[in-house]
């Protein structure tokens, strides 16, 4: 059986195609409009075919390796209310949301999978996209439907929401079903970070994962608008301060062997996770390369998809259109 093929725009750091990759799904063409996105991308992946460009710029017809594929994939960034990010930068989180349903007109794939918060596929705010993308998707002949998954379910050791959108070519559509959790138990914080917090021979690393023994809040990558980075916002902090973590900023290195922690002492007393901890906690892996400075590395981490939720979807669109799981290289 030939591998499915997909294109998948928004790339950012790469979670979901790599999760799209994993599932057994080939890529035609990726792309991003930031740089280091792309440096990212082309690093860990050099045989991929990744264009750095706006997807409000992309025009298909220039690239005709996006027609004829099995799946638009499209992880975009996650748009926030108006108390969190200014009206501007909002509106141009909506404008890709649109720009994605209509580069189904342009390539038709046998599939879609859209990707952002959870209230897209519920919330009140979002009525007006669900309703532009059901004319638009139903015209083309299209059955779709969303759903909420949690990327905690997948084994990925964080409690993230994403609302999910996916589309099928009419009369395959009824073969979707939404993934079932691959996990009895959740992976928690200090499971997955326990080694790591060990690598420079601090002797509390037992002691501070026994303590992080819950999944990690939704990780947050921010805005460029914004300062330095952190772990999100400050219901977020308060949660990764009862398990020791100081989550105000991200930290350079993981404690060594003369660190003290003690959470009683404040901020100064925590450990801090750094940019390879955080890929971890949204399921990438270790070998996964990131360009840029921390503040930027850190970003394209908490703004991806948790591969192992890509891989999930990617397995159930592949059985929807193939009737069984795609053929798998990754694994």
Known sequence: MKPLTFVDVCSGAGGLALGLEQAGFEPRLLLDHDELAVTTLRMNRPRWNVLHTDLLDFDPTDHPVSYDVDLLAAGLPRVKSSATVGRVESEVEERLLEATIYLVHAIRPRAVLIENVPGLAHADAYQRFR?????????????????????????VPQNRKQGVLVAVERGRAQEFRVPTPTVREPVTVGDALGPSMAARGWPDAARWAAQADQPAPTLVGGSKNRGGADLGPTGAKRKWATMGVDAHTVGDEVPGPDFVWDPDLGRGGMVKITVEQAALLQGFPSSWEVAGRKTARYRQIGHATPPPVGRALGRSVAEALCGEPALSAAG
Not at 138 to 150: A, E, I, K, Q
């Open 131 to 155: 309703d532009f993308a059901r004319a638009e998707l139903v015209h083309l002949g299209y059955d779709f439907s969303w759903c909420v998954v949690n990327a905690v379910d997948f084994g």
